[in-house]
């Protein structure tokens, strides 16, 4: 979203090898073409961010074992039909943004161009699980509770173990769901996503509310979206890390001055869509280098000619922790193709999404002639095979470094990252599973 290029492109990698500081994005371009720019909240696109457990993880992805990295999912209900304010942290930064708009915007003599990052609806980090636990913890209060439908939650299907692609089961297994869950616990988990949804829907309505009273509604172009969806026990996994619809199709929202109104785009489009689109509502020339495409075309009241229309598709791209390979979709009219690693050893998805919008049959076996075209045109748009090489090279280079770092105290830091219940059962073998995949060939 902040580059506008696709994630080989600027090679970041997992969630610590992210953007380059100095790395151009569209609130650059818009402030040097004169916008006044604000960006609050959470900012974590550059490297360096997040846990040493979670570029560990990512580094060690290939690694012939299966440790339960995440906690296992649970609800927390806090508060009573009155607590409003359950993420305190995301509230405040709200607060902060529409005080922002209501006192500062008024007496700016150029445009402005506000960001907002909220962490919800992502999980809460378990604390019982210790300082290192990642977020696993669905909280909310009766407060949004009661504006979900529980009885129209749904429990979705599962398939069975030995059912499941190789890396379905390697994400279910290392995000601590391969356990017992009853249809109350999910259908629970569900309940307490939307509750989460419809908390962060609510902190939009302040910003909302905010430019309504300030009289800039009508004449500011208002974008919401998000970098991953959760997929809240669907496909036996919560989170995200996956091309399942859950975690990869997430919303875009696009609502101002000459945007249609009411109005749904067919095509699949992407968030590196986004960077070019703002610079075509902000009347400022295109960055040259991008990988997406402005959808003003697509969504303008006018009818506007593109020099280089949308393409039909859409293009995801995952190399970090939860998964076991690289992983690449390609998003196409009715299909959704899922290939791995180098194309060869993990072998590819397909689903066909008007037809099984759940994505429990994998129907690449009956279409080899569609998985063949498919994987022709996801070629044309990533050299897939030549990446998973660069990422497995780059993850071991950094997991040597890493533990060279540690000197005696390897053993013990690995032990205590948020694998340590599982580790500490059998340290030796791990290690020596680490040693072997050092010492195997790129």
Known sequence: MWSGQFVHLTQSWNNNKCLHPNATTWMDD??????????????????GHHSVS????????????L??????????????????????????????AVQWIRNTTASLTQPFALYLGLNLPHPYRTDSLGPTAGGSTFRTSPYWLNKVSYNQVSVPKWLRFKDMHPVDY?????????????????RNIRAFYYAMCAETDGMLGEVMAALRDTGSLNKTVVLFTSDHGDLAM?????????????????????????VKSGFEVSLPVSLVDIYPTVLDLAGVPQTGGLSGHSLIPLISRVS?????????????????CNANTSTYMLRIAEWKYIAYADGLNVPPQLFNLSKDESELRNIASQFPDVCQDLDKLLRSIVDYPSVSKSVHRYNKQQ???????LGDSYSQVIASLRWHVDW???AKSYERDIDEWLLGLD
């Open 54 to 65: 979670n570029r560990v993880e990512a580094w060690t992805r290939d690694v012939p074992f």
């Open 30 to 47: 818009l402030r040097k073409s004169g916008y006044h720019t604000h960006s609050m909240g959470k900012l974590d696109y550059t490297s």
């Open 234 to 258: 669907e496909h036996r996994q919560f989170y995200k890390m996956s091309m399942f619809e859950g975690s990869s199709h997430v919303p875009l929202l696009i609502m101002g001055p000459g």
């Open 424 to 426: 500490k059962k059998d």
């Open 67 to 96: 440790l339960r990295q995440e906690g296992r999912p649970v609800t927390d209900l806090v508060g009573d039909a009155s607590t409003k304010r359950v993420m305190i942290k995301d509230w405040t930064i709200t607060d902060a």
């Open 170 to 186: 390697y994400s279910t297994v290392t995000k601590n769901c391969s356990g017992h869950f009853t249809e109350e616990e999910i």
């Open 399 to 405: 997991f040597l470094e890493w533990k060279q770092s």
């Open 304 to 320: 506007i000619h593109s020099a280089e229309p949308h393409p039909a598709w859409a293009f995801s791209e995952y190399h970090g």
